[in-house]
């Protein structure tokens, strides 16, 4: 059973960092891709970053230039380095991947809150 498991949100200051974890039950390369997803208050759960299994990046447009997306396989670990933050990158933060074998299969973790607010 594969687990994901985020951790490292928090409230912030516009303007400020936070750098967020996804733990993986499992090697990392046992998915196609692991991807950061937010959902606000209201609103659909929206793809913030993707990093594929060859280690390719992607962004929606509204984080480009402020957040990172990068990897530790030796942990495997993903993290989501978050930059510049805005009142409108208020939500909680999950982690997603969808699995190899058996193929496409998705898992999530929990979430954590991400709170930008003076």
């Known amino acids: 059973q594969v687990q994901l498991a985020e951790s490292g949100g928090g409230l912030v200051q516009p303007g400020g960092s936070l750098r967020l974890s996804c733990a993986a039950s499992g090697t990392i390369f046992s998915f196609n891709a692991i991807r950061w997803y937010r959902q606000a208050p209201g609103k659909e759960r929206e793809l913030v970053a993707t990093?594929?299994?060859?280690?390719?990046?992607n962004y929606v447009d509204s984080v480009k230039g402020r957040f990172s997306i990068s990897r530790d396989t030796a942990k495997n670990m993903v993290y989501l380095e978050m930059n510049s933050l805005k009142p409108e990158d208020t939500a909680v933060y999950y982690c997603?991947?969808?699995?190899?074998?058996?193929?496409?299969?998705?898992?999530w973790g929990q979430g954590t809150q991400v709170t930008v607010s003076s």
């Open positions: 990093i594929s299994r060859g280690g390719s990046r």
């Open positions: 997603n991947a969808d699995s190899i074998n058996p193929w496409g299969k998705q898992h």
